[in-house]
């Protein structure tokens, strides 16, 4: 069966330091791979999502980047955190075939930005 | 503009039915999806419609309508356990989903 992973599931972290989450999904190949910002009382942020290695495609222009080392593996990073990108931050994969999308979301992870 | 709407929050009592609704304006349109959230957890699916009419599982159901842009969620034997968000979420001719923020369902004995 598939799963996904991802950590750490809670941060706090000074404004300006960096930022690091990693995901990787088990028992898929060549899954998309998605990051997802969800705010308090907003609807789920599309940040980037990846349908093969190396390629990545950002939604919304920011301090954020993502990279796809592997077929498996997701990363968010950051460089300089803003007091901004506190959120819960969700990484989520579906299968190639668009027929029906659904996502499969990981445990999350809550960062605080002070 | 793209645009997912739904109520903040509802409140309904254990044993009752509860009908969320959801609006939905989407550059062309692959589904519409409805996902489960209790708090602090990541998103879990419920169910998904492409086509008009009512997809029945178990104690959820959920309607689509595509000529309205309008959905809703049906969950019927409300237990404690179902107080959680419930997000609707459209397809786009991209097979992008768009979020709606969430509805809050709080269930009281």
């Known amino acids: 069966s598939q799963t996904i992973h991802q950590w750490p599931a809670t941060l706090v972290q000074p404004v300006g330091s960096p930022l690091s989450l990693e995901c990787t999904v088990e028992?898929?190949?060549?899954?998309?791979l998605y990051w997802y910002r969800q705010a308090a009382g907003r609807g789920l942020q599309l940040l980037f999502y990846?349908?093969?290695?190396?390629?990545i495609s950002s939604e919304v222009p920011q301090n954020l980047s993502a990279s796809r080392p592997q077929d498996r593996q997701f990363i968010l990073s950051s460089k300089k955190l803003l007091l901004s990108d506190s959120g819960f931050y969700l990484c989520?994969?579906?299968?190639?075939?668009?027929?029906?999308?659904?996502?499969?979301f990981g445990e999350g992870s809550r960062l605080t930005v002070l | 503009g793209q645009n997912i709407d739904q109520p903040t929050e509802m409140t309904a009592t254990e044993g009752a039915i509860v009908q969320i609704n959801c609006t939905y304006q989407?550059?062309?349109?692959?589904?519409l999806f409805w996902y489960q959230q209790h708090a602090g957890e990541a998103p879990t699916f419920l169910s998904y419609?492409?086509l008009d009419g009512l997809e029945e599982k178990g104690r959820f159901s959920s309607f689509l309508s595509r000529s309205k842009g309008y959905s809703y969620l049906l969950l019927k034997e409300l237990q404690m356990k179902d107080s959680a968000s419930y997000l609707c979420?459209?397809?786009?001719?991209?097979?992008?989903?768009?979020w709606g923020a969430g509805t809050k369902l709080i269930i009281k004995p």
């Open positions: 989407t550059s062309g349109f692959n589904g």
């Open positions: 990846s349908v093969g290695i190396g390629q």
């Open positions: 989520a994969w579906s299968t190639g075939t668009s027929d029906t999308g659904e996502l499969f």
């Open positions: 419609n492409v």
């Open positions: 028992g898929t190949s060549n899954p998309n």
């Open positions: 979420a459209g397809m786009d001719s991209n097979y992008q989903l768009i």
